[in-house]
């Protein structure tokens, strides 16, 4: 007989049943908004808005996507770490292919990924959900962030902690900083 072996960390058990329920949900909302749709203004209108809407999700995430790739090269190109930059080239890809598909539920979620005065709002939500699990796994992002950011050098000296000789004195007591606040701590090559 084997003991039972403890649940891995990281598995969410419920995860795979809601990711269903929403598999399951997003079409039946799709389709009950076609026919609702259909049923007020009519077959052809409701094929027509789908189309445009089609077309409209495509030629925004052609112009979009195209803005968002410029700003994340010259970023880059700059030196300059990219922030939302990175995220803007998802989000529109992600609402580009939401939009071309048929249904009004996900046109609307798609478009809410494409306009540039709603992506920030998507944006900051997706930032949420990353940060909170990069705490979850124990990642400091702070830290993270003052390792890559421009600008976070602490200008100062070292100062031995025991006495120490120089060149042929005899030993001298410890030099007190030129400042004084003292940060203790590694220096990274």
């Known amino acids: 007989m084997t003991a039972p072996q403890p649940p891995v960390r990281g598995r969410r058990p419920w995860l795979a049943p809601l990711l269903l ?3 399951l949900t997003v079409p039946i909302v799709e389709v009950w908004l076609l026919v609702a749709v259909g049923t007020r203004i009519g077959v052809l209108p409701t094929i027509g808005i789908l189309i445009v809407s089609a077309l409209l999700g495509t030629w925004l995430m052609r112009r979009e ?3 968002a790739w410029r700003a994340l090269n010259e970023a880059v190109s700059s030196g300059r770490l990219p922030g939302g930059e990175v995220l803007d080239p998802v989000l529109i890809m ?14 609307i979620i798609g ?15 997706l ?31 070292t100062v031995p902690d025991g006495p120490t000789a120089q060149a ?4 001298a007591e410890p030099r007190k900083p030129s400042d004084p606040t003292v940060i203790k701590g590694e220096i990274e090559p």
Do not use: C
């Not at 478009?111 to 939500?125: D, Y």
């Not at 890559?148 to 100062?156: A, D, E, M, Y």
């Not at 042929?168 to 030993?171: L, Q, R, S």
């Open 21 to 23: 329920l929403f598999f």
């Open 65 to 67: 996507g195209a803005k």
């Open 94 to 107: 992600i609402g580009g292919v939401l939009v071309m598909l048929p249904g009004f539920f996900t046109d």
């Open 111 to 125: 478009l809410i990924f494409l306009l540039p005065f709603t992506r920030p709002l998507a944006r900051g939500l």
């Open 127 to 157: 930032a949420l959900f990353i940060a909170r699990r990069a705490a979850r796994s124990g990642i400091d992002l702070d830290v993270m962030r003052a390792k890559v950011q421009p600008n976070t050098v602490i200008r100062g000296e």
């Open 168 to 171: 042929g004195e005899p030993t």
